[in-house]
C-alpha cells in the first residue's frame, strides 16, 4: 500500500494509472534490453523528481505506470516528465529502436490517465497492470514506497 506523503504545508497520497502507447503502437517493448533501459530509467526519474513508479508493466505495444506523487505535479506533467526522459534514454542506449521508430519519437502523442483511491482501488490496479495481456505482459518494476 501507497503511504501518506508528509510536507511541510500538506499530507497527500495521489496515485495515477497511466498507460502509454508506443510510437506506431509497435511491438518493440519486448527486448530485454529495452525493457531493462526503461525501468532503469524509471528508477533515476525518481531520485530526481518526487514522481515515485509503484509499478511498471509492459505488453508488447504499451506500458503501464502505477505512480505516486506530490500535489506540486499535475498528471500532465508528470507524463511529460516520464515519457520526454525515458524516450531521450531509450533511444540513446539501444539505436535499433530508432530505427524502427522513423518518427524520432518513442511514444504517441496521447495517454491514458485515472486516479486511483487508496483503500480498495489501488490494489485492483496492481492486479489489472499485471494481468493486461497476461501472454505478452512482462512485469518491470514494483515498489513499496515511502517518500520522505
Not at 516520464?82 to 502523442?109: H, M, N, Y
Request: some cysteine; overall charge positive.
Amino acid at each position: 500500500m501507497s503511504q501518506y506523503i508528509h510536507k511541510s504545508h500538506d499530507v497527500s497520497v495521489l496515485l495515477y494509472h497511466f498507460v502509454c502507447p508506443v510510437k506506431y503502437r509497435r511491438a518493440i517493448l519486448r527486448p530485454e534490453r529495452v525493457d531493462n533501459k526503461l525501468k532503469e530509467t524509471c528508477i533515476e526519474i525518481s531520485k530526481r523528481y518526487e514522481i515515485r513508479f509503484l509499478e511498471i508493466g509492459t505488453d508488447k505495444d504499451h506500458v503501464h505506470f502505477l505512480i505516486q506523487s506530490v500535489p506540486m505535479y499535475g498528471a500532465k506533467k508528470i507524463i511529460q516528465i516520464v515519457k520526454s526522459i525515458t524516450a531521450r534514454k531509450i533511444f540513446q542506449d539501444c539505436p535499433e529502436v530508432k530505427e524502427q521508430l522513423w518518427g524520432g519519437e518513442f511514444w504517441s502523442d496521447g495517454y491514458f490517465v485515472n486516479t486511483v483511491g487508496q483503500h480498495g482501488n489501488e490494489n485492483s490496479i496492481i492486479n489489472y497492470i499485471k494481468k493486461q495481456g497476461i501472454k505478452n505482459y512482462r512485469q518491470l518494476h514494483t515498489q513499496q514506497l515511502t517518500l520522505v
